[in-house]
């Protein structure tokens, strides 16, 4: 029995596949002490985030508030980016960068019409 060159072809396109695929799981073997380390450095990022509350003033300047000693901390706005169901805000301030995201169903109508407001008038 003789294969044609369209069977020969397809053989070789599986064989192809299937070293890829080992290759591959290798490579994430490899790569997942990284992925590791990279998630547990932004759980630790956002329960430190999580100290602080966001307020923006009726001036609209952007101010990190502490939970506990109420330090107020002048922050400035780097990027903004919005859809209907949230706004992504970037940061900065002498603590450091911070990223917040805020969901239109936990503000109301309302505040994250005033955040959107506030946004655009920058």
């Known amino acids: 029995m003789t294969l044609s060159w369209l069977q020969y072809v397809l053989i070789g396109l599986v064989l192809l ?60 706005l780097q990027a903004s980016w919005h859809v209907p169901a949230f706004i992504a805000v970037s940061l ?7 990223w917040y995201m805020m969901l239109r169903s936990r503000l109301g109508g309302g505040k994250f019409a005033r955040v959107l407001v506030g946004l655009n008038d920058e």
Do not use: R
């Not at 900065?92 to 911070?98: E, I, Q, R």
């Open 17 to 76: 596949v299937l070293v890829s695929m080992m290759a591959f799981s290798y490579w994430l073997c490899l790569l997942l002490p990284l992925l590791l380390a990279a998630y547990w450095h932004n759980i630790q990022k956002i329960k430190n985030h999580a100290e602080y509350h966001l307020v923006l003033n009726a001036q609209n300047q952007w101010h990190l508030v502490h939970q506990d000693s109420h330090q107020v901390e002048q922050a400035e």
């Open 92 to 98: 900065s301030s002498s603590l450091g960068n911070f």
